[in-house]
């Protein structure tokens, strides 16, 4: 968790300030504007009475106070309190931007893990074959079917104007990556040994070897009839090689896959 952080000054808040020259104490309402269109039927007394101890942001002063804090030196005015109007400080923007620094510190702690190779929690999201690029043809609209409870559903569209090539023996994954409250993605090329060394130990489809490359495989956590999978451990090495294994951890971390319906050949072949 990120350490608190006092409120800022906000546009409907009171705050407290403390003329730093002579020391008095002056209180304002900060608001938009002194102008309010939807009392435009109040007579000017009324206006005027009703806009005492008012501060519009659009003003010097109020524009220079928005995103202060308590402590604060604006010109000769220093900012002694910021409440709501009924009492209660104001941190909601805080509390978001508390959370975006804390995400913002758990990336680049995960940043740090990658670039030094220490190994790191993961799961396979997809496993698909690896098509290589061969010619330009005409466009093709694919769509592209998934399984949902026994029924087929078209789940995606997918336009190529890609010839392509079955790569014999290589496989693309889709690989999620997690360490703390930050996580990566990753899009990486396998060979099949080594999704069959995977598969092995329980941390693939134990299939996908056997179906002509012909499936893809999705995460999908609601569907309790897939297949059990260990999740695995990945580091990236120094000279840039990516490794993956399985270990006792990793066992633990158990998920689902299941595979999606395989598309029809439509991707041109030579």
Known sequence: ?????????????????????TGDI????????????????????????????????KSRL?????GKRIGDVVGRFEIKNIESEDGY???????????IGDKQANMELLLGKLQKGDWLKARFVELSPLYETNKVTKTLIMPHYASLNGKKCLDSIWLTNKGQKKKKGFFKADIYIYSEDADATAEMILDEEAIRSLSLRGAVPSGILCNELGYVYSLNTLD????????????????GQFICRVTPESRLDSYHMIPLVPQNDTISET
């Open 62 to 66: 109020g524009s220079e106070l928005l």
């Open 26 to 57: 002056i209180k304002y309402n900060l608001i938009g504007s002194l102008f309010d269109s939807s009392k435009w039927w109040e007579s000017p007394k009324k206006c005027v009475d009703r806009l005492d101890n008012c501060l519009s942001i």
């Open 224 to 239: 309790l009839c897939a297949e059990n999978l260990h999740g695995i451990e990945i580091m990236v090495a120094k000279n």
């Open 1 to 21: 968790m990120g350490t608190y952080e006092p409120p800022r000054v906000r546009k409907g808040c009171k705050i407290t300030l403390r003329n730093t020259d």
């Open 89 to 99: 400080i104001i941190n909601v923007g805080d509390s978001e931007e508390r959370s």
